[in-house]
């Protein structure tokens, strides 16, 4: 097997940030799915039960979960299905949009986002007692702009290929 290529030095610290992400979404995703997998729960789940939760008690539609989960319809509305069939939650038609669905938690949802919740809070307080007390709010500020960095870099890339498209010199 041939050696890995050494780090470009020019690049810097910057090379780091996509494998530095990786490992922590990895780690902190399997970590959750062992801690959770008697409730019979992915990670993706457990974030439509939390912004169902959190969310307005008329429901979501799955439009607006889509866009809060940073995915596309087809996976979501996949996780929903299954969801429903566990009898997490319910989809009842828009009030008043007859191509939506709106979606609701059911008590086994409830229940099940109070349980997973409890857990998911305890992971993050291990995870977080790395860093000194006074660091931890800074670090998940730092964090939320990164990943708002993070989606704001796939807008401006998803507008340049779809500006791309209509360009007919291309």
């Known amino acids: 097997m041939p050696e890995p290529t050494p780090p470009d030095p020019s690049l810097g610290e910057l090379k780091r940030l996509p494998p530095l ?80 669905h709106r979606v609701k938690l059911l008590p086994k949802g409830k229940r099940t986002f109070v349980s997973a919740k409890r857990i998911a809070v305890d992971l993050q307080n291990q995870i977080l007692s790395i860093l000194p007390e006074e660091r931890r709010d800074g670090f998940l500020r730092d964090l939320e702009a990164i990943a708002g960095g993070c989606a704001a870099a796939l807008e401006q890339t998803l507008r340049a290929a779809d500006a791309g498209k209509s360009d007919p010199e291309r």
Request: net charge positive; no cysteine; hydrophobic share 35%.
């Open 21 to 100: 992400l990786r490992r922590a979404w990895y780690s902190l995703n399997q970590a959750f799915r062992q801690r959770t997998a008697h409730l019979r729960l992915t990670p993706d789940q457990f974030s439509i039960l939390r912004w169902l939760s959190e969310g307005n008690p008329a429901g979501m539609t799955q439009r607006q979960i889509t866009a809060l989960m940073a995915s596309d319809p087809n996976t979501i509305t996949s996780t929903i299905t299954r969801m429903e069939k566990a009898g997490l939650l319910a989809r009842h038609p828009h009030e008043s949009d007859r191509r939506a």
